[in-house]
């Protein structure tokens, strides 16, 4: 069951890429998208990871508001 899991949370991360437009933005570029993840990542590990955390969240949650409203 473990493994399930993992692909199913594979496939969801990889909807949100897709979702956030991430995938035509960059052209499929796919380090570009990954090089986004790592500097995500390095902002996570720095002194600036609660502001960071903070404003994703709130940016993150209306895009999920707009989302539903819009039906995608």
Same mark, same amino acid.
């Given at each position: 069951?473990?493994? +399930? =899991?993992?692909?199913?949370?594979? %496939?969801?991360?990889?909807?949100? %890429? *897709?979702? *956030? ?11 570009? %998208? /990954?090089?986004?993840?790592? =500097?995500? *990542?390095?902002?996570?590990?720095? =002194? ?5 955390? *903070? ?8 895009? /999920? =508001?707009?989302?539903? +409203?819009?039906?995608?």
């Amino acid at each position: 069951m473990k493994r +399930r =899991e993992r692909t199913r949370q594979l %496939i969801e991360l990889g909807g949100l %890429i *897709a979702k *956030a437009g991430l995938i035509e933005l960059t052209g499929d570029d796919r380090a570009v %998208i /990954f090089g986004l993840m790592v =500097e995500s *990542a390095a902002t996570l590990q720095s =002194e600036h990871r609660d502001q960071a955390l *903070a404003l994703w969240r709130r940016r993150g949650r209306r895009a /999920f =508001e707009q989302m539903t +409203r819009k039906d995608w």
